[in-house]
Nanobody, 128 residues
Framework: QLQLVESGGGLVQPGGSLRLSCAAS????????IGWFRQAPGKEREGVSC????????NYADSVKGRFTISRDNAKNTVYLQMNSLKPEDTAVYYC?????????????????????WGKGTLVTVSS
């Protein structure tokens, strides 16, 4: 069974921190670029952050820049999203997705189009 599994979501107060994990099952992530996406109720999916297959390149949405950090540990077959200084507007279901990369070590998926695998998502709720 080939899938991505997100974990680490939950309820947190504004200003708090949370770390999300994205673990691969049935395949290895070392040749995949990874993106984190989120979707709030009634809103379109948006890109949050991405990381190239080697970790050489990363990107962040302006709304989370300086607060979120994406990283990967290929030995653990896992990608992380550290979220600090959380705001109520960060509330959403967070998804990770993997995109097979054959060449570029700096390709960073942003739109979510053409991804090979998607996780089911983990809910992050930022509220007092």
């Amino acid at each position: 069974q080939l899938q991505l599994v997100e974990s680490g979501g939950g309820l947190v107060q504004p200003g708090g921190s949370l770390r999300l994990s994205c673990a691969a099952s049935g395949f290895t992530l070392d040749t995949y670029a990874i993106g984190w996406f989120r979707q709030a109720p009634g809103k379109e999916r948006e890109g949050v952050s991405c990381i190239s297959k080697t970790g050489a390149s990363t990107n962040y949405a302006d709304s989370v820049k300086g607060r979120f950090t994406i990283s990967r540990d290929n030995a653990k077959n896992t990608v992380y999203l550290q979220m600090n200084s959380l705001k109520p507007e960060d509330t959403a279901v967070y998804y990770c997705a993997a995109d097979k990369v054959y060449g570029s070590s700096r390709y960073c998926p942003w739109t979510g189009n053409g991804m090979d695998y998607w996780g089911k998502g983990t809910l992050v709720t930022v509220s007092s």
